[in-house]
């Protein structure tokens, strides 16, 4: 099994690049490297003998676009450098690779860049320490207002690396080269939208020298829990594989309950039940068939139904109702110290966590599932939390304070751990926003708790499987369809 793709920030990235070097090889080489793949790209996306404009910024990442445009020169493209400053000003590595460079130097002001068949962006990379202005900033708009096809080295210049923020302006490009590992500017929004695909090059950084300056951020993908995903022997009974219960709302909001159920039971939880208040069993039993329904009356009804120590995994929150109602079912569901999922009413219903609950996320695996708008106002009282710009810093700032798992919802979904690891995903589609879509997620990840999934594992998974599952459906698709489409996505992953 291939190890969890790591996602390395600048500064990690600088690290290894600072470890690489100290064992003995050349920062030089690492760029020839870095280069050379750049112009492996470039030829494939350009045919024999095209014009091609290389941007050059003061630093390494312009070091990187002369080594390309050198290397692509060789190869008989009609190649030009457009600096961004003046080439007798750039230091060290980049300085050297400059000097390699004897072709045609054209200033920004006289640069034809819409002749040009392919536009290489090697102006700034994961050094890019201020908001763009002046120079940069014109040139930066030049090539935009050009509309040719842009290559972006390592990232699009104007991106912040390790927000995906865009500092001022930023180049859009149609593919990009990395090297070594991603940076999180490639997979946050908006940076994703900028990258194209994105391609990772090998220059001879070891996976050891990552993996010891990682942040423990990853990819989310199958390599990250696939050796957690249950996979029943011939022995195993329905027992075996958990009890999933999920509180319905009031008899007109029955139905977010019944979509986190059934995707709870097709995730595979052996039995998921509803408790449904009084007046609302006849619309659930109306639509029920392999889910089971009990009556429950408000907290204390809960509070019964959790004497039963088989219920091992709860989901609150979908349609519940913005009440104390809903704030105390929440605090007996954590006192009883069983797997719990709080997403949307069980959110909301708090304006802000209070220390006593937050302690008690401790105790029991907790997964929250908010929105940008729930999360705002679920910590409206903790500006550290809110404050940073990075999705990610936020998500593990959240998990940390409230030990909890925190999955914070978006077409670049970020997952963390109050230990630190944090995952951001990215296999969704625009087509999940949709009513109800949440409800299904809570559900998935409710179900995989009740068969024994660690928190941070099952909300990675459940997040995966349900965006591969709204993917792979595409337009048209409304929440009801998604449980009938886990079965396709896991017979694959447990192949
Ligand atoms: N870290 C690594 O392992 C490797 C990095 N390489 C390249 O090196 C790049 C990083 O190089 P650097 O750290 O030199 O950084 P950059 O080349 O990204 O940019 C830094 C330069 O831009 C200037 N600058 C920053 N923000 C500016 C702004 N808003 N307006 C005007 N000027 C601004 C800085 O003063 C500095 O001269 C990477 O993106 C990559 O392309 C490669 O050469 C291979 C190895
Ligand atoms: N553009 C998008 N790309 C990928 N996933 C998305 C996008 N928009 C929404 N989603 C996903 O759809 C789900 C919507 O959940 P939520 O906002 O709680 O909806 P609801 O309250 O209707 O159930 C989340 O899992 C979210 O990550
Ligand atoms: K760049």
Not at 137 to 159: F, H, K, T, W, Y
Not at 185 to 209: F, Q
Not at 236 to 251: E, I, P, Q
Not at 353 to 370: D, G, I, K, M, W
Request: hydrophobic letters at 45%.
């Amino acid at each position: 099994m291939a190890p969890p793709e790591l996602i390395l920030t600048p500064h990690e990235m600088a690290r290894a690049d600072t470890a690489t070097i100290a064992s003995g090889t050349p920062g030089l080489d690492l760029m020839r490297r870095a280069g050379r793949a750049v112009a492996d790209a470039a030829r494939r996306m350009t045919a024999p003998g095209g014009r091609i404009l290389v941007a050059a910024g003061p630093g390494n990442n312009g070091g990187d676009g002369f080594v390309a445009a050198t290397a692509l020169a060789a190869d008989g493209f009609d190649v030009a450098v457009v600096p961004l400053g003046r080439i007798d000003r750039m230091r060290g590595d980049a300085a050297e690779a400059a000097s390699g460079w004897h072709g045609e130097v054209v200033p920004a002001e006289e640069a034809r860049f819409h002749e040009a068949d392919l536009v290489i962006d090697a102006l700034f990379g994961t050094g890019l320490a201020r908001d763009l202005d002046g120079a940069a900033r014109s040139l930066v708009e030049q090539i935009d207002a050009a509309g040719r096809p842009v290559l972006a080295v390592d990232l699009p210049s104007g991106l912040d690396g390790e927000t995906g923020d865009v500092r001022g302006v930023v180049i859009k490009a149609v593919r990009t080269v990395t090297f070594a590992a991603r940076k999180p500017c490639h997979l946050l929004m908006p940076g994703r939208a900028y990258c194209g695909p994105v391609e990772v090059a090998d220059i001879g950084i070891l996976p050891e020298t990552l993996s010891a300056v990682s942040g423990q951020l990853f990819v989310n993908s199958p390599d990250l829990w696939r050796a957690h995903l249950p996979k029943p022997d011939l022995a195993s009974h329905k027992y075996d594989r958990g009890h999933t219960l999920v509180a319905s709302g009031g008899a007109t909001r029955t139905g977010a309950a019944r979509l986190a159920a059934v995707a709870a039971l097709r995730i595979g939880s052996g039995l998921v039940t509803i408790a449904s208040p009084p007046e609302a069993l006849g619309v659930n039993a109306a639509h029920l068939t392999a889910v089971m329904l009990r009556g429950c009356d408000g907290p204390e009804g809960l509070y019964h139904i959790l004497k039963d120590p088989r219920f091992n995994a709860l989901v609150l929150g979908p349609a519940l109702g913005i009440h104390a109602n809903t704030r105390a079912m929440v605090a007996v569901a954590v006192q009883a110290q069983r797997s719990l999922v709080l997403d949307a009413d069980a959110l909301t219903s708090f304006e802000d966590l209070s220390s006593e609950l937050h302690q008690a996320f401790r105790q029991a695996p907790t997964v929250l599932t908010p929105h940008e708008g729930e999360f705002k106002r679920l910590f409206s009282g903790h500006p550290d939390l809110l404050d940073p710009p990075s999705k990610v810093e936020r998500t593990r700032r959240a998990a940390a304070y409230t030990g909890a798992v925190l999955l914070l919802k978006g077409s670049d979904t970020v997952i963390a751990a109050p230990d630190g690891r944090a995952a951001i995903n990215e296999n969704g589609t625009p087509y999940l926003g949709t009513a109800g879509s949440g409800d299904t997620l809570c559900g998935i990840i409710a179900g995989l708790m009740a068969q024994g999934l660690p928190a941070f594992e099952a909300a990675c998974a459940g997040t995966w499987i349900h965006a591969e599952a709204g993917a792979g459906f595409g337009p048209g698709l409304i929440s009801e369809d998604l449980a009938g489409l886990l079965p396709g996505v896991l017979r694959d992953l447990l192949r």
